[in-house]
């Protein structure tokens, strides 16, 4: 199945790649306002943004369609995740994308600031030979004080360890082990961290607790003549009081990529010449552009086809190891749920899934939102991960998760029942495809394809002869095919893949040729 996705702000051609390669369509709209993004939006599955389009509530309504908003990069703030979650829209980033660019600009800027590049280089331009003036300061054996031991400001510490820097950090939320493995003194009392710092740099998130957090009070407490860094999120700096200690000498000079308000045209820093000012380019490499793109198309791709979004804002956050075990169970549950949806085509009132052996320990809720967003999606134009309980209740269906130990001959797999109705699955193979082990009692082996027969009828010679004529005569070739057979029964049922559309005249000389008690066209 092809989605429709729309593009707004630049993303890297490897991105639309994937798209493509999934079988999307994807148009690239940039530049739009919001009048004319809300006048088209209705026709797309899919938004990929960045940090400029604003996507609003009154957007979201303008959607009816649309299932997934991808952000190309870390921060979401231009993303109304309330009015996403309300209409079951997924919101999802590429939060590791950026995490080595973000780390170079942030070492670029402490160097810049250090060095008086940026003002050496002005000056020369104009003609001038000046040396006196741009003496600048060393990075050895001076304190970098970091705040905020994440992804970015891990890798800052090893890069400021290899300029041999003196590293203390300061983070409520970091355990001990890892300031410990990143060679970065832990101190929880942010006036010693600042009466320390020759050099500070920020990789905080935008939040209530961290907005204004370096004021007025916390310029005048820290080392006279530092340097601060800000790569990480805009308004963490007040920078009215930044400029003003920069004026006094407080700070000797500052780097700047990240805005309250973007873009920003002018600001209190814009006219001191110590300051080192860009326009947000701390993901803007080549590599990360090309990581971003990619990412965020795996994902969107993934998350439309009914998978685990790993990096999902407005979710509940799968933890790694549950991700590794179920991530590639969920759209195979959904492929069954859709079998099953086509074989009985009324809303079950009772799901039950059950996962069996290596997985038998695991939370199930993502198998159940694959299997429950697997039936409902027929019936609704929007269900996905994020409202697909809330959905499950409008339409009145009991869930419950079981499960076993006892794998039988497998693994693992995951069995789907829908009012009694029931089919099995595992993974096979490096590519962990889906093979179908059980279906309505018949146990078979095979791995579905987009099309397939289903037949169900009494056991006897000459039967798949004439299936093969009928479906011969219509120019239809089987392309595999299993058997399968039930203890309790003298039945067959015949799973076939077929290559191509089967109509639905043959169908009818189907059912007119043998005694069936079952036959269904399954598309997936």
């Not at 890297?12 to 994937?18: E, F, K, R």
């Not at 959904?334 to 039950?352: E, F, G, N, W």
């Amino acid at each position: 199945m092809g989605f429709k996705i729309l593009v707004t702000e630049p993303l890297a051609q490897a991105g639309i790649d994937v798209f493509e390669a999934h079988g999307s369509t994807v148009d690239v709209r940039l530049g739009l306002s919001p009048e004319e993004l809300a006048g088209i939006i209705g026709g797309y599955d899919a938004l990929i943004v960045r940090s400029s389009t604003k996507v609003t509530k009154q957007l979201i309504d303008a959607a009816p369609r649309l299932k997934i908003v991808g952000r190309a990069g870390v921060g979401v703030d231009n993303i109304d995740i309330d009015a996403c979650s309300e209409a079951g829209v997924l919101v999802c980033n590429a939060p590791e994308s950026n995490l080595v660019s973000a780390a170079e600009h942030t070492m670029a800027l402490m160097m810049a600031a250090a060095r008086k590049i940026p003002q050496a280089s002005a000056l020369m331009k104009r003609g001038a030979w000046e040396r006196t003036s741009f003496v600048g300061r060393e990075l050895y054996d001076k304190t970098l004080a970091i705040f905020g031991l994440g992804r970015i400001g891990g890798l800052v510490a090893k890069r400021a360890a290899a300029f041999g820097m003196h590293l203390i950090g300061y983070d409520p939320y970091c355990q001990q082990d890892r300031a410990d493995s990143l060679g970065v003194d832990l101190v929880a009392d942010m006036d010693e961290v600042l009466a320390r710092a020759d050099f500070v740099t920020v990789h905080l998130p935008r939040t209530s607790e961290t907005i204004g957090m370096f004021g007025r009070e916390e310029f005048q407490m820290i080392k006279p003549g530092a340097i601060v860094v800000n790569t990480s999120r805009g308004g963490i700096y007040d920078l009215d009081a930044l400029a003003e200690a920069m004026r006094d000498g407080q700070v000797a000079a500052c780097g700047i990529d990240v805005w309250e308000e973007e873009p920003c045209y002018e600001s209190p820093l814009h006219d001191l010449p110590n300051a080192v000012i860009t326009p947000h380019l701390g993901a803007a490499t080549i590599e990360a552009q090309t990581r971003a793109g990619v990412q965020i198309a795996e994902y969107v791709s993934g998350g439309l086809e009914g998978s685990i979004v790993p990096t999902s804002i407005n979710m509940a956050p799968v933890p790694p190891e549950v991700f590794d075990l179920l991530g590639p169970y969920t759209p195979a549950v959904q492929a069954l749920a859709r079998m099953l949806a086509q074989i009985s085509p009324d809303v079950p009132r009772k799901i039950t899934v059950t996962a069996a052996g290596t997985i038998a320990n695991a939370d199930l809720t993502v198998l159940v939102a694959g299997a429950l967003s697997g039936f409902i999606s027929a019936d609704e134009d929007r269900v996905t991960a994020v409202n697909v309980d809330d959905v499950a209740k409008r339409h009145g269906i009991k869930v419950e998760r079981t499960s076993r130990i006892d794998a039988e001959e497998y693994a693992s797999f995951v069995e789907l029942a829908a009012d009694g109705r029931r089919a099995a699955c595992t993974l096979a193979g490096a590519g962990q495809k889906l093979r179908i082990i059980n279906l309505l009692g018949y146990k078979i082996d095979i791995m579905p394809q987009q099309r397939s027969l289903i037949f169900v009828y009494h056991d006897g010679p000459g039967r798949m002869g004439t299936i093969g004529t009928i479906l011969g005569d219509a120019g239809i070739s089987i392309t595999t095919m299993q058997i399968g057979t039930r203890e309790d029964s003298t039945d067959a049922l015949v799973y076939m893949n077929v290559d191509r559309e089967v109509p639905p005249s043959v169908l009818e000389r189907l059912e007119r040729a043998i005694v069936l008690k079952g036959l269904w066209y399954i598309r997936l």
